[in-house]
């Protein structure tokens, strides 16, 4: 008899995602979802030790003294939503930029203009880290209470050696004090800063000789991220800030062919980056590239529809071509203001073609390989994490099709119920 302090059982439809435990899915795989009906779910300490039918539970599983037992008759479980590309950290907003692209403004001619990410750097290099901690906090609340239990959050909105480190000390302390579990990126190469914008080759030397080392030599960051766009990072400059933190132990990342086509993808296959990300403008030798090096397109649909792009990924295209693809919400004040990815998923499915059972793998199994979590999180099998959602809902297919509002009824994280009736609970 296994034993058990958490014990969920009769669920509708009880989402494992179980399969491969090497690679991240893609083509075909990405629509097996693995699904036990009337299913149920043991866990033990924080970790799941038990999955199979409610009708196998009472001959293998025993709850302990104390145990916690949750009926999900009706309902649908799901591993916690994993978000692997956010801008979590940052200080004040920007609905006046959200205000002048809908009087006609373009995201880029808004940032030439003063706006744009320099704006929230202002701000952000005066905000203290209580005052950083005090919002992201606030994010990561709202993120947990919409079904997302491990996160990435991206330093770059500093831009100089201070700030940045500032905002992945905020990073750390997010993550220790949890529940979430946040995944530190380096992303220092987010813009040019603009006491430097005359010399950009100043900055890019600065990124390689001073912060990535200082980031490396103190952990404070898994990935390294780079915008590689027109305007702010070359394919060139990107490759060698890559290469260099790679060198130190920081896994590549790219925000890739995000509002031009650079041959970002292509880049980020070139140098074994772990994702590129956005990929709008991704040609097909970029995503034949991609597929070929194993690299995971994130793919961030909430960007295009908030800044009027009239265009989205080539989802379909990237699946097919053998490119396992993840689903990120990007929040931040600029391109994406919201911190829901089922809103996500929902723009996935509507714009991108993507199916429902797509969609939750890339959220949740993709995106954890997305971040080097993938041993932890993103699937109900046992040995992860007991991180599980409860939705008020018959089946998967509703986190994605009833739009616009919450059907996360409750969250555990580590074996913890932190959201019960929709509601945070400590
Ligand atoms: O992923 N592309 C660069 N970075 C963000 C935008 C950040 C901002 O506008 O503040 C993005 O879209
Ligand atoms: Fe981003």
Known sequence: MIQADLIIEGAAELVTLRGNSIRPRRGDEMRNLTIVRQGALAARRGKIVWVGPTADLLTSVRPMAFSRLIDAYGKTVLPGLVDPHTHLVFAGTRENEFRMRIQGKTYLEIAAAGGGINATVAATRKASKQELKAAARKSLDRMLALGTTTVEAKSGYGLDVETELKMLEVIGELNEEGPVTVIPTFMGAHEIPPELRQNPEAYVDLLITRMIPEVAARKLARFCDVFCETGVFSVEQSERICRAAADLGLEARVHADE?????????????????????????????????????????????????????????????????????????????????SLP????????????????????????????????????????????????????NHEHLCYHFGVNLVETVVKNGKVVVEGGHRVR
């Not at 970002?264 to 956005?278: L, Q, W």
């Not at 009027?308 to 004040?333: C, E, K, S, W």
């Not at 969609?359 to 949740?364: E, L, N, P, Q, S």
Request: with cysteine.
């Open 343 to 394: 809103l996500i998923l929902n723009l996935a499915c509507t714009q991108m073609r993507m199916l429902p059972a797509e969609a939750i793998t890339a959220a949740t199994v993709n995106a954890a390989w997305a971040i080097g979590e993938e041993d932890c999180a993103g699937s109900l099998e046992v040995g992860k994490q007991a991180d599980i959602l409860v939705l008020d809902a018959p």
């Open 259 to 339: 509002l031009t086509d650079l041959g970002g993808a292509a880049m980020a296959a070139r140098i074994n980056a772990r994702t590129a990300d956005h990929l709008l403008f991704a040609n097909d030798d970029g995503i034949r590239q991609m597929a070929a090096a194993g690299v995971i397109a994130v793919l961030l649909p909430g960007t295009p529809y908030f800044l009027h792009m009239q265009r989205y990924a080539r989802a379909r295209d990237m699946i097919a071509a053998g490119v396992p693809v993840a689903l990120a919400t990007d929040f931040n004040p600029g391109s994406c203001m919201t911190e």
